[in-house]
């Protein structure tokens, strides 16, 4: 469910961003309140847990298997904030570190997978109770999570076409409407991810209960009793907010043609009327025979773009010799404005020029990130670009724009990030907040260990198994290896808060 | 039985061994040694058929192992049957609710008839009759190593893979480890630091050195005394650490 980037129009993913911030931080604030000192190293530790979760496969019956995101797991287990600050952690550090999901789409997908999961689980589970069987209340909450979480998603990408389409009407980012994207995701996800949720809920916190002769871990003082109220507040916003330019009119969120200012200013910016061509023109505006008013603005776009990636090559040259914490924060901000450029712009020259200067920095390692990049976006892109292919050309309404930009767009992006990994240390960047930098480098070297133990879980399970195993065999042994990766959370959330006490250090 | 023909292996581009040949008879007891990152974990998983090298040949008792062969389920219940590994960190080998059913795991697979008394046999052997009805995840380091190790000879392997089984050990549980490794009528293949303890239990060596080449193969006192053959193998130490 990781959306990647070039997938959303700045209409949405801003919006969205202004809705994540207030709700993490106010998320944070909730639990600093409670665990005071202990809040960094735990919420680290379950990042870690959340992030070894999404790692297993769940073998459903039928035959095939899909990883869960174990949303319900950590909601009920430690309530729905923690579950939520958890896995936005993840997904931040999956976005920066390991280059999966965008980094525009980032507050989208902790919003989906996230807050409306781990809050659909909890009350879920609350509501149910004791009204029906414990194990299927377990399997409800996890199949509802993840079934909202994907609705909320599918119509963040079914909106797309509506809010963000060119002059002719044809799509520029995701390139099918609610009619197809809701059924096909929110399909897939109740017969499949769904199931696979359900089932690791039910496996996992019915082992416990077993284990344990406890229900859940939920840290005392953390009050969710009448978060209902906050979360359907939020929930209220985000479906106000998020579609923002479907209900509006109004063109939004940077995407203002000129009518806007000539009507509100009386005249338009010179500057901004250069700059809109560039960035906000699709090429079936501006035949590219009809050259002469386009050419002032490809050469002040030229220019703009040389700047930003001279600095970047700059920096990324003197990097290899001196890695001080300032450069890498300017080339991560340079790694932001490309980003940022490149996701609003719907003109394929402004794209492909800053592609092309891109490839030409990327020195040596330049076939490895193409290779990298290509296989990624055959794996997110391929099926869409297909299915718009066959679908477009039965409604006569095939662009090759269309495909082209946004194939072009996620390529693009994926190589921006994938060159980003390779040359930006992404921890020295977030050092102008402790807590924040603080928390991604303890979730991050936690999640390395847990990955080396996983798979060594892995390799001794194949070591053991003589003859194949049954469903039901994988099962208890997932819930063994999850409930030994819980307690190793806990574990080392403590020892972490001992050996911080030790050096005598505050967060 | 066991023989590796000009074995590489190679982590994302990095290499971890290079080049290794080496046999190994049945019955034969081999001590492996070398410093931290030389390849012997490695070396270890490869013999357990888990992971498979792109260059070189492995075959166990004259069956050419590799990924495709390994697939094959009759082939796989017959090599698991055979080859078992104790991994260095027993927690990631323990994943049934209680010790008795960690040892019935493999009788359970193989639909053995008598997994009671091979239980009771076993848990007696290894003295972990107390803990049949514990968690495993709640033992000491030292249970925890005894109960993977009862429920890998309960299957009655021919080759025991052991991967630095006396790290996190106290002196009696390493002394208890030597002896009971020393009585089993197994091929062994053991991983460790310590030449003293090597020693104990064999008189073979194999080395791989910081450049995962194999550097020594022969004979263990041979080795031990010479400095010159510990300085090339980075193993040489100013203190007497035993």
Not at chain 1, 71 to 94: K, N, R, T
Not at chain 1, 188 to 197: P, S
Not at chain 1, 494 to 507: D, P, Q, V, W, Y
Request: aromatic share 14%; glycine share 6%.
């Amino acid at each position: 469910m990781h959306i990647p980037d070039g997938y959303i129009s700045p209409k949405t993913f801003v919006p969205a961003y202004l809705i994540f911030i207030p709700l993490v931080s106010y998320a944070y604030k909730k639990v600093r309140d409670v665990l005071d000192e202990q809040t960094l190293p735990l919420i680290s530790s379950l990042a870690a847990l959340s992030f070894v979760i999404m790692m297993f496969n769940i073998p459903v019956p039928g035959g095939t298997s899909g990883h869960a995101i174990g949303a319900a797991v950590m909601a009920i287990l430690f309530g729905p904030w923690v579950g939520f600050l958890s896995i936005s952690i993840v997904l931040l550090i999956q976005a920066l570190i390991f280059g999966d999901g965008g980094i525009t789409t980032y507050a989208i997908n902790a919003l989906s997978m996230g807050f409306i999961a781990s809050f659909t689980a909890y009350y879920t589970y609350r509501l149910l109770g004791t009204k029906v069987n414990e194990k299927v209340n377990y399997f409800l909450s996890g199949w509802l999570s993840i079934v909202l979480a994907s609705l909320f998603v599918a119509v963040i990408l079914g909106i797309q076409p509506a809010i963000a389409s060119d002059a002719a009407g044809n799509p520029l980012y995701f390139p099918f409407g609610l009619k197809i994207s809701v059924p096909a995701l929110v399909g897939v996800h109740m017969l499949f991810f769904g199931v696979a949720e359900g089932l690791f809920t039910s496996i996992i916190l019915n082992y416990i209960k077993k284990v344990y002769k406890t229900q859940n871990f939920r840290l005392t003082g953390i009050n969710s009793k009448n978060d209902i109220f906050v979360f359907l507040a939020a929930l209220f916003v985000i479906i106000g907010l998020v579609p923002l330019g479907l209900l509006t009119g109004n063109p939004a969120w940077g995407e203002w043609d000129l009518s806007f200012f000539t009507n509100k200013l009386g005249s338009v910016p010179q500057g901004l009327q250069k700059l809109s061509a560039i960035y906000f023109a699709p090429v079936s505006d501006y035949s590219i025979g009809n050259f002469s008013p386009v050419a002032g603005y490809y050469f002040s776009a030229l220019t703009g773009i040389l700047t930003v990636f001279l600095l970047f090559f700059l920096f990324t040259k003197r990097n290899s010799r001196r890695n001080s914490t300032g450069l890498q924060k300017i080339m991560f901000f340079v790694y932001l404005t490309a980003v940022l450029l490149v996701a609003i712009s719907n003109n394929v020259w402004f794209i492909g020029i800053l592609l092309l200067v891109a490839l030409l920095l990327s020195g040596r390692k330049i076939l490895k990130l193409l290779k990298q990049t290509l296989v990624v976006l055959f794996f997110v892109n391929f099926v869409i670009s297909v299915f718009y292919i066959c679908l477009a050309t039965v409604s006569h309404s095939f662009s090759y724009y269309s495909l082209i930009i946004f194939n072009l767009r996620t390529f693009t992006l994926l190589f921006f990030s994938f060159l980003m990994l390779r040359k930006v240390n992404v921890f020295s960047v977030f050092s102008f907040s402790k807590s924040l930098s603080f928390l991604l480098i303890l979730s991050y070297s936690q999640i390395l260990a847990f990955k080396k133990t996983y798979n060594d879980f892995s390799l001794a399970y194949k070591s053991k198994t003589i003859v194949k195993p049954k469903i039901k065999e994988l099962h208890t042994f997932i819930a063994n290896t999850t409930v030994f990766f819980i307690r190793q959370a806990m574990t080392n959330s403590t020892e972490i808060l001992m050996a911080l006490k030790s050096r005598n250090i505050k967060l | 039985m066991i023989r590796l023909e000009n074995i590489s292996y190679a982590y994302n581009g990095i290499l971890a061994l290079d080049n290794i040949s080496f046999e190994i008879n049945e019955g034969e007891k081999v001590m492996l040694m070398g410093v931290n990152g030389s390849g012997k974990s490695t070396l270890l998983k490869l013999l357990d058929g888990l992971i498979f090298s792109k260059k070189g040949n492995y075959f166990f008792k004259d069956n050419l192992i590799s990924k495709k062969k390994i697939k094959e389920n009759v082939f796989n219940t017959f090599f698991r049957q055979r080859v078992v590994m104790l991994f260095q960190k027993p927690d990631v080998m323990l994943f049934n609710p209680t010790v008795y059913d960690e040892l019935a795991f493999g009788p359970r697979q193989l639909g053995s008839k008598n997994i009671d008394s091979d239980i009771k046999y076993w848990a007696e052997k290894l003295m972990i009759t107390d803990l049949l009805s514990r968690q495993p995840f709640n033992l000491s380091c030292g249970e925890k190593k005894k109960v993977a190790l009862a429920s890998l000879l309960i299957i009655n392997p021919e080759v025991l893979i052991l991967d630095e089984p006396f790290s996190y050990l106290d002196p009696q549980s390493t002394e208890w480890m030597v002896e009971f490794l020393s009585q089993l009528d197994k091929t062994l293949i053991v991983s460790m630091h310590n030449l003293k303890l090597a020693s104990l239990l064999s008189n073979r060596l194999l080395v791989l050195s910081n450049r995962h080449q194999l550097v020594y193969d022969g004979n263990l006192k041979a080795f031990s005394v010479s400095s010159e053959k510990l300085k090339s193998a980075g193993m040489f130490t100013n203190i007497n650490l035993y």
